[in-house]
């Protein structure tokens, strides 16, 4: 068996960042890939690239959650069909909290998409959406019972030719009889083959031990019968826990697997980051998953400089839609920053972006005078963030756990009504330090002047986020003239 452990070590991420359970498809010479938002606002990210190695953000599947769903957005599939681009993608429901499958259409690949609503729903649990067209007949699978107290189920289903409907009873394709935990499933056909990918193990977070495996049958209905020399990708140079991704057949018609997987270095700070690997056969007929140099993405930026007083470089600002609704304007230079929040949301308004290591700087430049807190933020969630902001004429160095925001250390700004600019650092050991100056030098506001431990940030299924911070009354704002972030390969600013 070979995996992608050959060349492991020299690879980075394709999709650089949090971009979890990616889903690809090709139209022409342009890829176009998915992933899960989570609790991140707006929903479901969308790249393209022209060659798989480089991708550029083009914009979300939806800007306002979907009337029926209430949070948990995972696993989206593309799939494209009739002249319509498809997306079945997961959410809890509002009314029981029940993950179900949606399905949205549009006539593009990146943008205009229309709920249908629910297409899925399945017992206590129904997501992991996946469609295969067998020679005309469209089908579609998914997890389920994953809640309950039996094993769980890879099911399928014949799907309507509109894609908007199921027909016929569900069946089982496979049965985690063994309890390890089967998910994120998708399907080839070759020669008289059904090959099932799906992955084992638990997905996300430090102590995950995720892997891809592959079974086979003649029907599309089963039996399956698993590899021997499963799995077929597995932790193998800087990357551990690989798995739930999507085929896609390049115009040479080689087919390559997106994934994502996490960097052993920067751990559960970056998230699941999108991966490409290269498909190839064995002589028994079985997958063989490798990178090749076709596959191989350079580095990502070193920096991001978004300046408000020449705008032009989109910014695909992120924020955690359960708890906040930002309220963004960039006019005279600056970008404004207000919104509401929830009252048992401690932070206020965090406008966040994916950062692409665990090590970097975030700095900013705050122009306006109020009472209100106006900075900087590193947001796992409500309950763990931590950040510096100008108070009227005080910086305030804070932290939010256990329900509330404690502050940490202050100073006095001694021109209140001038500029002050801010600045974070993060290091790679997961220890953070935060400055703030008027003039040249950089005061530092850290507790103690010792690097403050940040290892508590990252939720479960997800990367935190560094950006813009605000909370104050509804009259109030906050106005930055710039917001940078830079990268550091070896943690120093």
């Known amino acids: 068996m070979a995996t992608a452990t050959s060349t492991a070590q020299q690879i980075n991420a394709n999709i650089p960042g949090d971009f ?14 998915i992933g899960t938002s989570s609790e991140w606002g707006p929903h479901f990210p969308i790249f393209k690239s022209g ?13 306002e959650v979907p009337a029926w769903a209430a949070s948990s957005f995972w696993a989206p599939e593309y799939y494209y069909h009739h002249n319509t681009y498809y997306v079945y993608y997961t959410a809890k429901r509002k009314t ?18 229309k709920d249908h609503g629910i297409l899925i729903e399945y017992g206590r649990e129904a997501i992991d959406a996946f469609v295969f067209n067998d020679n005309g007949q469209l089908y579609i699978t998914w997890k389920a019972y994953g809640l309950d107290n039996r094993p769980i189920e890879i099911l399928g289903s014949k799907l309507a030719d509109d894609g908007l409907s199921l027909t016929g009873k569900p069946f089982t394709l496979l049965k985690d009889d063994h309890r390890q935990g089967i998910e994120g499933q998708s399907i080839l056909k070759k020669d008289r083959y059904y090959y099932l990918f799906y992955s084992a193990g638990a997905c996300c977070g430090a102590s995950c031990n995720y892997n891809l495996r592959v079974a086979r049958a003649t029907a599309i209905t089963g039996p399956y019968t698993d590899y021997s020399a499963n799995p077929v990708l597995a932790d193998a140079g800087d990357w551990k826990c690989p798995g739930h991704g999507t085929f896609v057949e390049d115009p040479a018609g080689n087919y390559r697997y997106v994934y994502h997987a996490y960097n052993k270095a920067s751990n559960i700070f970056t998230g699941r980051e999108g991966m490409v690997a290269a498909l190839s056969w064995n002589a028994a007929q079985w997958p063989v998953l490798s990178h090749t140099s076709a596959t191989v993405n350079p580095q990502p930026p070193a920096s991001l400089h978004y300046d408000f007083t020449h705008p032009g470089r989109k910014i695909f600002w992120q924020w955690d839609f359960r708890s906040m609704q930002p309220a ?3 006019a005279n230079g ?3 920053l207000s919104g509401t929040y929830s009252d048992r949301n401690p ?6 972006v994916r950062p692409y290591s665990a090590a970097y700087t975030i700095s900013t430049a705050v122009v306006n005078h109020n009472k209100a807190a106006k900075g900087l933020v590193i947001y796992g969630d409500a309950d763990a963030a931590v950040g510096i902001d100008v108070e009227d004429n005080q910086v305030v160095c804070w932290v939010s756990g256990e329900g509330k925001k404690t502050i940490l250390s202050t100073q006095t700004v001694e021109r209140p009504e001038a500029p ?9 050991d997961f220890t953070c330090r935060m400055y703030w100056k008027q003039g040249h030098n950089w005061n530092d506001l850290t507790p103690k002047q010792q690097p403050y431990p940040i290892g508590f940030l990252p939720p479960w299924d997800r990367a935190p986020r ?6 104050g009354r509804s009259n109030e704002m906050a106005a930055f003239s710039y917001f940078d972030i830079t990268y550091h390969t070896n943690g120093k600013p």
């Open 20 to 33: 979890a359970d990616p889903s690809v498809t090709r139209q022409g010479d342009t890829y176009y890939a």
């Open 51 to 63: 060659n798989l190695q480089q991708w550029e953000q083009t914009g979300f599947v939806f800007d």
């Open 96 to 113: 029981d909290g029940v993950s179900c499958i949606g399905v949205a259409t549009s006539a593009y690949p990146d943008h205009g998409f």
């Open 328 to 330: 963004i304007t960039e």
């Open 334 to 336: 600056q970008l404004q």
């Open 347 to 352: 932070v206020g308004i965090a406008l966040a």
């Open 420 to 428: 002050v600019e801010l600045k974070m650092t993060v290091y790679p």
């Open 466 to 471: 560094p950006g813009l911070h605000f909370q």
